[in-house]
């Protein structure tokens, strides 16, 4: 009976540390993310100042380099603006965006395509130098809080096995 008490306890103890765990990698995943999204400007203003495609192309194809397959972008009948909407409405839960990710980034599509060609490279590096902000501050959360959040999460199951016993 005191084995299967131990037992138990040393599971609740575990389960703890690994949920602060999981929250602790969704920071890195973010991280990861806003990290892709800045290369996938540079590389979309490399492609939009020497390639002679439509955006709806340039987009994919930049999209594709940095295995961004969230943001390829077909041409459907229907805007760019409306295509990168819908695209960022359902980005999948393994990026870890926040909604200021999100909001960021469309707001960044709804210009996109609507200028001449310099008007389109100033409109990426301003929302290139703005993801930059984001991605500091989303190393500073991994510097603040990925070791707090697995701590915490070891000592909730640890006062979840003190409260039962």
């Known amino acids: 009976m005191f084995f299967l008490k131990i037992l138990g306890g040393a599971l609740i103890v575990l389960a703890g540390y690994f949920i602060g765990r999981q929250k602790s990698q969704k920071l890195y995943c973010r991280r990861n993310f806003?990290?892709?999204?800045?290369?996938?400007?540079?590389?979309?203003?490399?492609?939009?100042?020497y390639d002679c495609s439509d955006i709806f192309t340039i987009v994919t194809e930049s999209a594709k380099r940095q295995g961004l397959d969230c943001l390829e972008c077909r041409s459907s009948g229907k805007s760019f603006a409306e295509t990168w909407y819908e695209k960022i409405s359902c980005l999948p839960n393994e990026y870890s965006a926040l909604k200021s990710d999100k909001e960021l980034l469309n707001k960044f599509g709804?210009?996109?395509g609507a200028t001449d060609v310099e008007g389109q490279l100033k409109h990426i590096e301003l929302y290139k130098t703005q993801f930059e902000k984001q991605l500091s501050f989303a190393e500073e959360d991994i510097a603040k809080k990925?070791?707090?959040?697995k701590t915490?999460?070891?000592?909730?199951?640890?006062?979840?096995?003190?409260?039962i016993i």
């Open 34 to 49: 806003l990290k892709n999204i800045t290369v996938f400007l540079s590389s979309l203003q490399t492609s939009l100042r």
């Open 110 to 112: 709804e210009n996109l």
């Open 146 to 149: 990925a070791k707090l959040y």
């Open 152 to 163: 915490l999460g070891l000592f909730a199951g640890t006062a979840v096995v003190l409260m």
